[in-house]
């Protein structure tokens, strides 16, 4: 770990990977977050000097070296709790991970079985919004989202930057071939007054020029 970096003596929080939530014992609601950008963001985070909890969703991916704590969840619930939890004396959190915007109101403990009766109705309720929470806290963190859009990317991602009170926000487009799930991406960075984009690239490079940018945007902040 390096001591010199641009996130030296930083604490970084990091949360990764998708949610599942589960409706009986062998079914969930899930999403295909591969979790990959969120590790490499940790990878980049740990090579800039920065203290590093990754808090994982279930993703099948090593612990990148350096990471000072992983902690592995699997509903949005736990992973706001694990957060939560990681985030006492945290400079910067990260929310990479794809949180579930809904669980099911009712998890059935036994099978739901098919019958007469058809197909069943699973009624949703909202999970927690972790990124809105950690931006609400006091002493507050350099915040920065992610958000994957299909359409109107920058304009949706403006609008997220500032309902949820962030101070950095870095959006892509979702399609079948770039996003989620894949290696490469495209990012768009949002911030108050400015914008920035970051060409498509690897995962890991990408991450790389994110957390460089992440890094100069804290320091400013600070010294404001
Ligand atoms: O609103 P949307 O889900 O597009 O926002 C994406 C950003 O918010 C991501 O950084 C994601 O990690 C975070 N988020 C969250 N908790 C939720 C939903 C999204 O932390 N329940």
């Known amino acids: 770990m ?32 591969s979790g990959k950008m969120g590790f490499a963001v ?32 699997r509903s949005a619930r736990q992973m706001r709790d694990a957060v939560m939890r990681a985030m006492d004396g945290a400079d910067i959190f990260i929310a990479a991970a794809a949180v579930a915007d809904w669980r099911v109101a009712d998890y059935s403990a ?12 699973l009624e949703l309720v909202e999970n927690p919004d972790i990124l809105a929470e950690v931006a609400a806290r006091d002493p507050r963190p350099f915040v920065v989202g992610f958000a994957a859009e299909t359409d109107h990317v920058t304009e949706h991602a403006r609008e997220k930057l500032v309902r949820k009170k962030l101070d950095l926000l870095a959006a ?53």
């Not at 990764?16 to 899930?30: H, M, N, W």
């Not at 980049?44 to 990471?67: F, S």
């Not at 036994?110 to 109705?121: F, N």
């Open 2 to 33: 390096s001591r010199e970096g641009a996130l030296a003596g930083v604490k970084a929080v990091i949360d990764a990977g998708p949610t599942y939530e589960d409706i009986d014992p062998v079914r969930f609601l899930g999403n295909r977050s």
């Open 42 to 73: 940790a990878e980049a985070a740990v090579q800039a000097g920065a203290e590093v909890i990754l808090i994982a969703g279930p993703v099948a991916l090593p612990t990148p070296p350096g990471v000072a704590r992983r902690v592995d969840v």
């Open 110 to 121: 036994r099978k739901i079985k098919k019958g007469p009766a058809g197909a069943p109705v």
């Open 172 to 224: 892509n487009r979702v399609d079948e071939n770039i996003g989620i799930g894949t290696d490469d991406n495209a990012l768009e960075l949002i911030w108050t007054d400015g914008s920035e984009t970051l060409p498509r690239a690897g995962k890991s490079e990408l991450a790389k020029a994110l957390v460089a940018r992440i890094a100069a945007h804290y320091h400013a902040r600070r010294r404001a």
